[in-house]
């Protein structure tokens, strides 16, 4: 199964395209880093790939198909800052279990304690969010994850504490994953290939 972004073009005029035909494939199972600098787009692509923005010029599909647009999303997104992806108004349990039932055993693999769920969003640290958002991400119905600098606002032991988890439960999903950070060292690290922004945008 692969995950296409076909000449994919974003912007409000031509000549200020932050992408210009660009082209991405990604693969079941599949670990592809993309780096770029700040500002440069990477973010903006993966929100394309992963249905967030729709007003882009281009393509993309899973297996040859249109991503449904209804039910749950195969192709999640997993944003640098995990606040600004939940609901303040709504406790950690009803933000977990909102697209579907999260297992005990991925609560488990996050370290993710059970008097966790009965808090606000505003009480847990920018780590503990980020593994709810994590944990809500890995479902067996995903099949891809778009991951944007998840794990930048963490220290480096936590940094591994969590990439080792999301190694784990992807590889048993056969989930394909794109790695997107400026960090070219995690990049090398974690991903089987990796791609450039600046290389494959026509700007």
């Not at 000449?7 to 592809?32: A, Q």
């Not at 778009?146 to 220290?155: L, N, P, R, S």
């Not at 056969?174 to 026509?202: A, P, Q, R, T, Y």
Request: glycine share 10%.
């Amino acid at each position: 199964m692969y995950l296409k972004g076909e000449d994919i073009s974003f912007g409000y005029e031509k000549k200020n395209r932050i992408l210009n035909h660009v082209n991405l494939s990604l693969g079941s199972g599949e670990l592809l880093g993309l780096i770029g600098d700040s500002g440069s787009g990477k973010s903006t692509l993966g929100g394309i790939l992963s249905g967030y923005i729709n007003n882009y010029q281009g393509s993309v599909s899973m297996d040859g198909k249109k991503i449904p647009s209804k039910g749950y999303n195969p192709v999640q997104l997993v944003f640098q800052h995990p606040e600004k992806a939940v609901n303040p108004r709504w406790k950690m349990k009803d933000i977990l279990n909102e697209g579907h039932a999260v297992s005990q055993d991925i609560l488990d693999s996050f370290g993710i304690k059970k008097s966790w769920l009965n808090r606000w969003p505003n009480e847990l640290s920018g780590g503990e969010l980020q593994r709810f958002a994590l944990a809500r991400a890995l479902s067996p119905k995903t099949k891809f994850l778009i991951a944007d600098e998840i794990t930048t606002m963490v220290d480096a032991i936590t940094q591994a504490q969590i990439w080792d988890i999301v190694l784990d439960i992807v590889e048993e999903l056969n989930i394909g994953v794109l790695v997107v950070s400026h960090e070219k060292k995690l990049i090398d690290k974690l991903c089987h290939d990796v791609v450039f922004l600046d290389d494959i945008n026509n700007v």
